[in-house]
């Protein structure tokens, strides 16, 4: 394990899948896979120029390889597995990326939020699923980290910290693939916090 920033804390966790499953998840991805979007105002997706990949998202229902890395990426964490959003599988050609944003949902749509009931996205593992041929590394501006995709390994960081607050230093992108492909999973565990539950509450007396 690589740690690549000790604040906010960044790691990445090399060998995070076993093998095959890399090809397994991109295999049952594959068949899914749709233009990506973006959280838009409210519970919204927006498409963007900003993020011009593909994703499926895939739930545990029946499939023991994904529940087996929902279940890794929870010991890692110490967040119950029961607080991971189905997975998100990534797909890049050619020229396309995600340009730097926050996984964090900002307070606005977490009060809207679909998934607001579980919580701000806490933790993020992004598992590599394969190496472009050139290209596609995740980028942190702020941080000065530029990570080229490492095949069945995990990027993984806190997009809030203790004290519950948004980190913005946290801001990171998939660069443009220069040539070949790039898939990867996002791993998104939640968190109750006490600032989001008071969000919640109040959206409730406002109903
Ligand atoms: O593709 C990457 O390296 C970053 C992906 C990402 O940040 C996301 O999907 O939220
Ligand atoms: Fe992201």
Redesign the pocket.
């Known amino acids: 394990m690589n740690v690549l920033h000790r604040d906010p804390l960044v790691l990445l966790i090399e060998d995070f899948l076993q093998p095959g499953e890399a090809e397994h998840m991109i295999a049952a991805a594959r068949p899914l896979m749709e233009r990506s979007g973006i959280f838009a105002d409210g519970a919204k997706t927006a498409y963007s120029e900003a993020r011009t990949s593909s994703n499926a998202f895939l739930d545990d229902g029946g499939d023991h390889v994904i529940r087996c890395i929902e279940e890794r990426a929870s010991l890692i964490s110490n967040v119950p597995v029961n607080y991971t959003e189905p997975l998100q599988v990534v797909w890049y050609r050619r020229n396309q990326e995600?340009r730097p944003?926050?996984?964090y949902i900002s307070a606005k749509n977490l009060k809207h939020d679909y998934w607001a009931h579980i919580g701000q996205r806490y933790v993020?593992m992004?598992v590599y699923l394969n190496e472009p041929a050139k290209g596609g590394n995740t980028l942190f501006p702020t941080l000065k980290l530029d990570v080229p995709p490492k095949k069945n390994a995990a990027l993984f960081w806190y997009n809030i910290n203790l004290d519950g607050v948004e980190d913005e230093r946290t801001l990171?992108?998939?660069s443009p693939v220069d040539e070949g492909e790039k898939y990867a999973i996002?791993i998104w565990q939640r968190k109750m916090l006490p600032h989001v539950q008071a969000i919640l509450d109040a959206s409730v007396a406002d109903d």
Do not use: E
């Open positions: 995600f944003h926050h996984d993020t992004l990171h992108g998939g996002n």
